[in-house]
């Protein structure tokens, strides 16, 4: 009888052994990386690859351990307690439009309550075609010129709202209009196959439709292509002739004239136009080259009371016969100063009160030869005959600017009343080394540069504008008028 006790304790040991081993056992999922798996977006079973199993079973369960679980469209449940399978469910249907992906992290739990290490499984949605393209423009439209077959007339673009490029790529655009000469792309370029004739049809109207790579059209969408006349850069309505009458002012040479351009064969960036006047009177140039300048102001008008300070050399104008001359033009002298020379002007030839309203004009060639900024050029210049060297009035360029200096005589009642006194002109005319006319208004109004004909507008502190006092009273002083340099007694 005892040795039967230690057989039955013995084999009861071997038994409880057993249990307490298989109670401590863990459960171990079946790979070390990651699942993957898919489902439509009608839901459904998600299919899994590997297939997900557990194994030290018996597994009681698996469960999504996501801290953010409630968000999650899954659900996992146990497909076979022995095999220690299951299976993954999308709890609604997806979306792929608004979420391609998700990344879940599971854990099986043995019926002993032990926990595996958790898993991933990364899930795809799988596109299904809902959506058809749609056009990024309402209706589209080109041009193309006559004659020409064009690798480009215009892009019409659709999109596709689907997640995937099986259904959200557009595969193909079609023209639907039969009996066209046009070609469509993969790309939605449209070019045309044949020349144009603006004479046949100035307008041709396509309908064109896109589709997916799933195979699903869009509507129609219309595209109108003008074909232009072919162009050809002209001017149109330029008279060949006109009258002027001397006096009437400016008078527009061509004032309906229009000129056509063809910016798709030679886009413009610059447009130069030389205009060539010719008269009835002489064969070659303009008959005005041929009178003096005061036969030129007689005829166009100009005042009677404009005073020559440069006339023509003579025995009558001994002021100026010192001077360098080009005697080669006929429309009269053209006098050279060099800062070395100058002269005075007699005050018979023009009394030297000015007066409030006055105008200095010019024809002036003038370059820059000095790197000296404060260097004063002078045109014309009124100042003290002797002692204090003030200037009264004078034009004078500096620094490639054209300045006026117009200093007020000592009035009592404005003795400390600060006025403008001095206006500086930037203007690139000035140091161009071309011919150029300036004049030069004082009135009540103000001061204004006209150049070259035309009124000049100022712009921001163009000219700049400088306050001065008035002149102090100096009764034992006169005053001596010069061109091409000022005076210093």
Not at 403 to 408: A, E, F, K, Q
Not at 473 to 479: E, F, N, Q, V, Y
């Amino acid at each position: 009888m005892g040795l039967e006790q230690v057989l039955v304790v013995a084999t009861l040991m071997l038994v409880g052994s057993a249990s307490l081993s298989q109670a401590n056992q863990v459960p171990v999922l079946g790979i070390e990386g990651v699942y993957r798996g898919n489902v439509g977006e009608n839901g459904g079973v998600v299919h899994v690859s590997p297939e997900i199993r557990a194994e030290n079973g018996p597994i009681c369960g698996f469960r999504i351990v996501n801290t953010d679980w409630g968000k999650i469209p899954f659900e996992i449940f146990m497909k076979s307690p022995e095999n220690g399978t299951a299976e993954l469910k999308a709890r609604h249907p997806l979306n792929c439009e608004a979420r391609e992906n998700y990344v879940l992290t599971i854990a099986a739990v043995a019926c002993n309550g032990q926990i595996s290490e958790s898993r991933e499984i990364h899930v795809t949605v799988k596109d299904v075609n809902e959506y058809i393209p749609q056009w990024g423009e309402e209706e589209y439209s080109g041009q193309v010129e006559e004659g020409e077959v064009s690798d480009f007339i215009l892009r019409v673009i659709a999109t596709d709202r689907d997640c995937s490029p099986t259904f959200g790529d557009i595969c193909q655009y079609t023209i639907s209009s039969p009996d066209q000469p046009f070609h469509v792309d993969q790309h939605g370029v449209i070019t045309n196959t044949a020349p144009l004739s603006a004479q046949e049809s100035r307008s041709h109207v396509l309908s064109v439709i896109a589709t997916d790579c799933g195979g699903k059209e869009s509507s129609p969408v219309l595209v109108t292509i003008s074909v232009l006349p072919k162009c050809q850069t002209s001017w149109a309505d330029v008279s060949t002739s006109m009258t002027y009458i001397p006096g009437t002012g400016p008078q527009p040479i061509f004032p309906a004239a229009h000129l056509t351009l063809c910016p798709a064969v030679c886009p413009t960036a610059h447009l130069e136009t030389t205009l060539t006047l010719h008269t009835d009177h002489v064969g070659v140039g303009c008959d005005r080259d041929t009178y003096s300048l005061a036969s030129q102001r007689k005829m166009c008008g100009a005042s009677s009371q404009a005073v020559e300070l440069l006339p023509a050399q003579s025995e009558e104008t001994p002021w100026v016969n010192n001077l360098n001359t080009d005697l080669g033009r006929e429309a009269g002298p053209v006098y050279q100063f060099d800062g070395s020379n100058g002269v005075i002007i007699p005050e018979s030839v023009l009394s030297h009160n000015l007066g409030s309203e006055f105008t200095i004009s010019t024809w002036m060639k003038h370059e820059a030869r000095t790197n000296d900024k404060h260097l004063k050029e002078q045109l014309v210049c009124l100042a003290d005959d002797h002692r204090k060297n003030r200037h009264h009035t004078s034009l004078f360029v500096r620094n490639c600017k054209l300045v006026l200096l117009l200093r007020r005589d000592y009035e009592e009642d404005e003795r400390n009343v600060f006025k403008p006194a001095e206006w500086r002109w930037s203007i690139p005319q000035v140091c161009d080394n071309r011919w150029h006319h300036y004049a030069v208004s004082v009135s009540s109004q103000g001061v204004e540069l006209t150049l070259d004909g035309e009124l000049w507008q100022p712009e921001n502190s163009n000219p700049e504008v400088i306050d001065d006092w008035p002149l102090h009273p100096a009764a034992d002083l006169k005053t001596s008028l010069a061109v091409g340099a000022c005076w210093h007694g």
